[in-house]
Structure formats: structure tokens, C-alpha cells
């Protein structure tokens, strides 16, 4: 028998067929919680995975914006999509959240933590309230989320878990200095958590984005988002529909040995 032989039968072994491929970015039949559900990269991933055949919460605590979103996802994608406020730096918010979606939609397959905040300063010129309110939600909140909704993926050994942090848990940046340190946190949060739900086939990873047009970063003023891209080896700013690859990637079979992984979507920021 020759090599090529011997790696063709390899592969027949592993099922490797056209359907099996089309099917790898498939979320048919999976529930998705998406915390931030209501913002630019959240809602951009919860339409993501609807299209891609995904029941969605979306937990956010802008609670008119995810209920209109909820309607218009629901009726564009014909999937069951619900909106739950929540204030994810709440222990109580996050549990009662959680049961009505357990209750309402079913247990959760794909858990996206995407809730977040920034306050941009330096270091020296914040309050320790400031400080505590960037770790409630952004390390706090998704250890919440996590801690239960990782319990029931233990038992029903299968989950996919996305920790959205950002490229400054890798590089410095400078006045970020809580959102950084806290978005580092959640990096480590997340190997750590890999390692302990791998053997209960439950897969944590991370996605580290760049620069995105959201809410978030049209904060900053035009001439801060103009060197921004300028900055970035693309040359702009990434846009939210970007994350939705990534995110499906990381969701669905597309990964399914990939653990403990951070995926930066940055457009070349960290290569430099
Ligand atoms: N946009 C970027 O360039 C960028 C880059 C790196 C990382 N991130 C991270 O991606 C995630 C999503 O950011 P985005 O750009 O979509 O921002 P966004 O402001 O558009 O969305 C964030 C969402 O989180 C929700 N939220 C904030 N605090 C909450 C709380 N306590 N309880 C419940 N919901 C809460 C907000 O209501 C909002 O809908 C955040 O974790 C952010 O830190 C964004």
C-alpha cells in the first residue's frame, strides 16, 4: 500500500465528508446565552449564530434595546430568541437570569461572556469604586455565568464557553490600566477553566478583539479613532460583523479540540 493509500484511509476513518464539512459551522439545535447581548459585538454574534440555526438569550441590561432586538432577530431568522435584563455584576441578577433561560429556552450549549464597560484614564486618577466596577462585571460577572452555567455543561458533558477579553490583555495600552489588568484576569480565568471542563468535553476559549466600531469605542474621540486605524497594520478599524467568524468558529465542531485557546481579532495590532 502506498503513503497517499494509507492517509486516504485515515481520513475515510475520520469521516471526512462533504456533509460533515458544511455541516462544522452548524448551530441547529444548540442554545446560545450571550451576555452584552444587546451591544455592538454581543448583538452582532447573537445574529451570527441565529442565522447559523441557534436559539439565543440575550442578556444584557439594556432591557427595551434587547427586547426590540429580540423581536426583530426572532422574525428575520425564525429561531426562538428571548431577552432577559440582567446586571451582570449582580450574584442574584445573573442566578434568577439564568433559571428563566434554562426555563424558557433549555440548557446552554455556547455561553458568550461579551457584557462590558470601559473607563479610560490613568491609573493615578482612579476611585477604587471605578476600579471594583470595571472586575464586577468584566471578571466577577463572567465568573458568575460561568460558574453556573459551566456546572450544568459538566454534567451534560458537552459546552463551548467564549470569554471575549481584548488585545489589552496581551499588549499595553496606556489609561486602561483596570480594564486591562481585569481583561487579563479573564484570560487567565479562561485557560484555568479550559483545563478543568476538559474532561468533561466542555470547551472554554477566548476571543481578543482589537479595535471595533461599537458603542464602546465611539467614545473616543474622532481623531483618537483616526490613529487608531491609522495604527492598525490593516490600516481601519475592525467592524462587528468581523466577530461573527471567529465567534461560529470557536461555537460550533469548526473547534472541537481547540480549548484554552485565545483567538485575537486585531487586524495585525499584536503582530507588531
Ligand atoms: N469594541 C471593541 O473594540 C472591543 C475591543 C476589545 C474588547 N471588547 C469587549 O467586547 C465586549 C463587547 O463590547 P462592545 O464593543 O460590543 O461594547 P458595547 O458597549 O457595544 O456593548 C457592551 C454591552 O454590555 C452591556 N453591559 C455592560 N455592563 C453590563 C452589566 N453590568 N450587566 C449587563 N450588561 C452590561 C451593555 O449594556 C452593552 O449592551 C466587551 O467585553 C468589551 O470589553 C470590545
Known amino acids: 500500500m502506498t503513503k497517499l493509500d494509507d492517509s486516504a484511509n485515515r481520513a475515510m476513518q475520520d469521516d471526512i465528508s462533504a456533509e460533515s464539512v458544511r455541516r462544522l459551522c452548524d448551530l441547529s439545535g444548540k442554545t446560545a446565552y450571550i451576555t452584552g447581548g444587546g451591544g455592538g459585538l454581543g448583538s452582532a454574534i447573537a445574529w451570527g449564530f441565529a442565522h447559523a440555526g441557534a436559539d439565543i438569550v440575550l442578556l444584557d441590561k439594556?432591557?427595551?434595546?434587547?427586547?426590540?432586538?429580540?423581536?426583530?432577530?426572532?422574525?428575520?431568522?425564525?429561531?426562538?430568541?428571548?431577552?432577559?435584563?440582567?446586571?451582570?455584576?449582580?450574584?442574584?441578577?445573573?442566578?434568577?437570569?439564568?433559571?428563566?433561560?434554562?426555563?424558557?429556552?433549555?440548557?446552554?450549549?455556547?455561553?458568550?461572556?461579551?457584557?462590558?464597560?470601559?473607563?479610560?484614564?490613568?491609573?493615578?486618577?482612579?476611585?477604587?469604586?471605578?476600579?471594583?466596577?470595571?472586575?464586577?462585571?468584566?471578571?466577577?460577572?463572567?465568573?458568575?455565568?460561568?460558574?453556573?452555567?459551566?456546572?450544568?455543561?459538566?454534567?451534560?458533558?458537552?459546552?463551548?464557553?467564549?470569554?471575549?477579553?481584548?488585545?489589552?490583555?496581551?499588549?499595553?495600552?496606556?489609561?486602561?490600566?483596570?480594564?486591562?489588568?481585569?481583561?487579563?484576569?479573564?484570560?487567565?480565568?479562561t485557560k484555568t477553566l479550559a483545563l478543568e471542563m476538559a474532561p468533561w468535553n466542555v470547551r472554554v476559549n477566548a476571543i481578543s478583539p482589537g479595535y471595533i466600531e461599537t458603542p464602546l469605542t465611539l467614545q473616543h474621540a474622532p481623531e483618537v479613532r483616526e490613529r487608531v486605524a491609522r495604527d492598525t497594520p490593516m490600516g481601519r478599524m475592525g467592524r462587528p460583523s468581523e466577530i461573527i467568524g471567529p465567534a461560529l468558529f470557536l461555537a460550533s465542531e469548526s473547534a472541537s479540540f481547540v480549548t484554552g485557546a485565545s483567538l485575537v481579532v486585531d487586524g495585525g495590532w499584536t503582530a507588531v
Do not use: W
Not at 69 to 84: D, F, N, P
Not at 117 to 133: A, C, G, Q, Y
Not at 183 to 189: I, N, P
Open 62 to 189: 439594556q432591557a427595551e434595546a434587547i427586547e426590540e432586538l429580540a423581536g426583530l432577530m426572532s422574525t428575520q431568522t425564525r429561531r426562538k430568541v428571548i431577552a432577559l435584563p440582567v446586571d451582570i455584576a449582580q450574584e442574584e441578577s445573573v442566578e434568577a437570569a439564568l433559571q428563566t433561560a434554562r426555563q424558557a429556552v433549555g440548557e446552554c450549549d455556547v455561553l458568550v461572556n461579551g457584557a462590558g464597560h470601559n473607563i479610560r484614564k490613568p491609573l493615578v486618577d482612579f476611585s477604587v469604586d471605578e476600579f471594583n466596577s470595571l472586575y464586577a462585571v468584566h471578571v466577577q460577572g463572567a465568573f458568575l455565568t460561568c460558574r453556573t452555567v459551566g456546572a450544568r455543561m459538566r454534567e451534560r458533558r458537552s459546552g463551548s464557553i467564549i470569554n471575549i477579553t481584548s488585545i489589552t490583555a496581551h499588549v499595553g495600552i496606556e489609561n486602561v490600566s483596570a480594564y486591562a489588568s481585569a481583561k487579563g484576569a479573564l484570560l487567565q480565568m
